[in-house]
């Protein structure tokens, strides 16, 4: 996650229709914010000893997440079209892709 911040500089706290597509992390993945946050919140549910925050944690990871994925991509095709198209075809979203 912290990568993903740094790779992202700037556009993290403020978006805007000029960014170019990234380097770093995100040659490879698309959401790299979002994979690092998975395991921290799982951690943080167990370090705090609460089953039901890592229920919670595990519904929001399963539900939320591929929601909140698929709205932000809806999101960044209208911002930035066919570039990111293209983008979206070379990296994946969370995982990198095996490429043969």
Avoid: C
């Amino acid at each position: 996650m912290t990568i993903g911040m740094k790779d992202a500089g700037k556009e993290t706290a403020s978006p805007s229709e000029e960014t170019e597509m990234y380097g770093g992390i995100y040659k490879h993945i698309r959401h790299p914010q979002t994979l690092g946050e998975m395991p921290m919140f799982v951690a943080i549910a167990f370090a705090v000893n609460s089953w039901f925050f890592v229920i919670v944690t595990f519904a929001y990871i399963i539900i939320y997440t591929p929601i909140m994925l698929y709205f932000e991509e809806k999101d960044l095709v209208k911002r930035f079209g066919e570039s990111y198209k293209q983008y979206q075809k070379e990296t994946g979203i969370l995982f990198p892709k095996i490429k043969s």
